[in-house]
């Protein structure tokens, strides 16, 4: 569930690049300008068994596509004729981020926020709104696939708790290209003891006072956003919250 690429973009702050995906042939297509109403869930099962790769047109709402395209499990949205015309959408960046912002809420207020959000968002990516609604926020009758609870990160942001397991995820990285096909007992052995040594070498830095890895200037900036938003929350001004935290998002 921690896994799951919607929450992972909601969570983590840094820079998403989908791994490449391996094909024996592919084909490059524009994204098209008709909407199809094929539900996503559908979509997501057919696009990643895909062997087309998009092309995502050049314009200012790119960081949408990016967003997007990470909620549906980086799907190829071609391969279904699947095209969300957002160069056509003049509120489309801030929009997209209103439901990012949805994290921030404290839990008993997200269905609240998505119903204000609900209202401006663009007709064009209306699937995309029953997408979030029934596997993210849910309604009065209807629980979410993903319980609030799982991705809701008001709480962990007064407790100045971290929002991503970028730390795993690091780890992951590190030891995969070394995992090869056909591994011996004695590589594998050797891969750990290496892995072993990254560790206690890292360890002795943290125990010393040494930082390993620093924030950006600008991730701190926005952290800093995050966290005073969060904090001065009200109820009664829930509009104005979204509105701030899609200006914070958008700090990069």
Same mark, same amino acid.
């Given at each position: 569930m921690n896994n799951s690429p919607f929450v992972n973009k909601l969570r983590s702050n840094k820079n998403y690049k989908p791994s490449e995906l391996v094909a024996t042939k592919t084909t490059k297509?524009?994204?098209s300008k008709q909407? #199809? #109403?094929?539900e996503l869930d559908d979509l997501i099962y057919r696009a990643c068994s895909s062997d087309i790769v998009i092309t995502e047109p050049e314009n200012e709402t790119e960081d949408i596509l990016d967003a997007f395209n990470i909620a549906v499990g980086e799907s190829k949205l071609s391969e279904s004729q699947i095209a969300w015309d957002l160069q056509k959408s003049q509120k489309g960046g801030s929009t997209?981020?209103?439901?990012? #912002?949805?994290?921030f809420l404290p839990k008993s207020d997200v269905q609240d926020g998505f119903k204000l959000i609900k209202v401006n968002f663009p007709l064009e990516l209306n699937s995309l709104v029953k997408y979030i609604e029934n596997n993210y926020v849910g309604s009065f009758t209807k629980k979410p696939r993903y319980q609030i609870e799982c991705w809701n990160l008001h709480e962990r942001v007064k407790l100045d708790l971290p929002r991503t397991n970028n730390n795993v995820e690091s780890w992951h990285s590190r030891i995969k290209p070394d995992a090869r096909n056909n591994l011996t007992i004695n590589k594998v052995v050797e891969l750990f003891r290496l892995e072993q040594s990254n560790m206690e070498a890292d360890l002795i830095q943290v125990l010393s006072g040494e930082t390993i890895s620093s924030q950006s200037r600008i991730q701190k900036k926005k952290d800093r956003c995050i966290k005073?938003?969060?904090?001065?929350?009200?109820?009664?001004?829930?509009?104005?919250?979204?509105?701030?935290?899609?200006?914070?998002l958008k700090i990069n």
């Open positions: 297509r524009q994204i909407v #199809s #109403s094929v997209f981020r209103r439901f990012q #912002s949805l994290a005073q938003l969060v904090t001065n929350y009200q109820k009664d001004r829930i509009d104005l919250f979204i509105d701030g935290m899609c200006e914070a």
